[in-house]
């Protein structure tokens, strides 16, 4: 079994930059795609980004292209989300995401993934 842990939210003003942090615990990882969600009130979770464990190919929802960086510290058992120029529509609860499953559907955020975090809240204001 593994455990994430998210960590890094707050309230910023739009503009500003954060960077969310997950950190895994549990069974030694193998080659996981690991992964950014978000889901904000009264709408469906959403795919943010994703990352391989092993190889570090990268993929990113449009929303995120150019704003957010996805990052991995295989030594440390942790991934990043970079987040810059955020927006008030960036709010939302964001979750990290592993699944064993390395596949193109996998890492476009199309099934669901097989182990999650508790969230981390980010909020924007205007």
């Known amino acids: 079994q593994v455990q994430l842990v998210e960590s890094g939210g707050g309230l910023v003003q739009a503009g500003a930059s954060l960077r969310l942090s997950c950190a895994a615990s549990g069974r030694t990882f193998s080659n996981y795609a690991m992964g950014w969600f978000r889901q904000a009130p009264g709408k469906e979770r959403e795919f943010v980004a994703s990352?391989?464990?092993?190889?570090?190919?990268?993929y990113y929802a449009d929303s995120a292209k150019g704003r957010f960086t996805i990052s991995r510290d295989n030594a440390k058992n942790t991934v990043y989300l970079q987040m810059n120029s955020l927006k008030p529509e960036d709010t939302a609860v964001y979750y990290c995401?592993?699944?064993?499953?390395?596949?193109?559907?996998?890492?476009?955020?199309?099934?669901?993934?097989?182990?999650w975090g508790q969230g981390t809240q980010v909020t924007v204001s205007s």
């Open positions: 990352i391989k464990r092993i190889g570090g190919t990268t």
């Open positions: 995401a592993a699944d064993p499953r390395i596949t193109l559907a996998t890492m476009r955020g199309l099934v669901q993934y097989a182990y």
